[in-house]
């Protein structure tokens, strides 16, 4: 047999086992364990103060399974949730307590809040945070050769001045990833933590809230990846 029609045969090997391996769906949810805030690449902003944050479980209004992100479905057109350990609320509020801690701000976990000037309950805080979870979702649809990705988060954060008895600020903060990808759970985790990392670091990039928690800009070493936004 020629070059060329060893090459073919390779060809034609190669498009076979993507295929099947495309093909191959797990049984069950599949669980996505390593989600969560990326620490700031080059400039960031710090807190000259070292204030105190209460942290409130945000509400989740997405529709789904407090544990469920989305679903992965196969070329067959089989499907498997894929979920988190615990809830996304508690997946959120993990995040968000991490991004305030990468920027100088002490935490403080805070009890569930109605997102009203008389519910808040957060003693020994200099304010509190809480919010609502409008979209937090991945999406992953497998091709014959690759996967289309798709990871989204929006939320409203609500920020409350407990001694003041007055909500400060409520803001709607969101990005979108869209990428072609060869699958894995790793991928799909990286893919969302990007997204919700952009959504959160627009809490720092507020005037109103870099006045009130007494943000300055500083640096960081370059760490984690580019990321891209949308609405």
């Given amino acids: 047999m020629n070059n060329n029609g060893w090459f073919s ?15 191959c769906a797990e ?29 409130s479980l945000f509400k989740d209004s997405r529709g789904l399974a407090s544990s469920v992100l989305g679903t992965r479905t196969i070329p067959s057109g089989m499907q498997n949730d894929l979920v988190v350990q615990g809830t996304v ?17 002490e935490v403080k976990d805070s009890p569930v809040w109605d997102l009203s000037a008389e519910g808040m309950k957060a003693e020994g805080v200099d304010y ?3 919010g609502e979870i409008k979209a937090l979702r991945l999406e992953s649809t497998g ?20 001694n003041e008895k007055k909500i400060i600020r409520t803001l709607d903060v969101n990005s979108k990833i869209e990428q072609q990808i060869l699958y894995s759970d790793e991928r799909l985790e990286e893919a969302l933590s990007e997204a919700l990392t952009t959504a959160l670091d627009q809490i720092f990039q507020d005037d109103v809230l870099k006045n009130r928690l007494q943000l300055h800009e500083g640096t960081v070493p370059i760490t984690s990846p580019t990321s891209t936004s949308g609405s």
């Avoid at 989600?35 to 070292?50: F, H, L, R, V, W």
């Avoid at 609320?89 to 701000?105: F, I, N, R, S, T």
């Fill in 9 to 23: 045969r390779l060809v034609v090997l190669s498009a076979l086992a993507v295929l099947i391996l495309a093909g």
């Fill in 143 to 162: 091709t014959t050769l690759s996967t289309n990705l798709t990871a989204l988060a929006q939320l409203r954060i609500v920020v409350g001045d407990p």
């Fill in 128 to 130: 509190l945070f809480g």
């Fill in 89 to 105: 609320a508690e997946l959120v509020a993990a995040a968000l307590k991490d991004a305030l801690k990468a920027h100088g701000l």
């Fill in 27 to 55: 049984k069950g949810p599949i669980l996505l364990s390593n989600i969560g805030y990326q620490q700031p690449a080059g400039k960031k902003t710090t807190a000259e103060k070292k204030l105190v944050i209460g942290v």
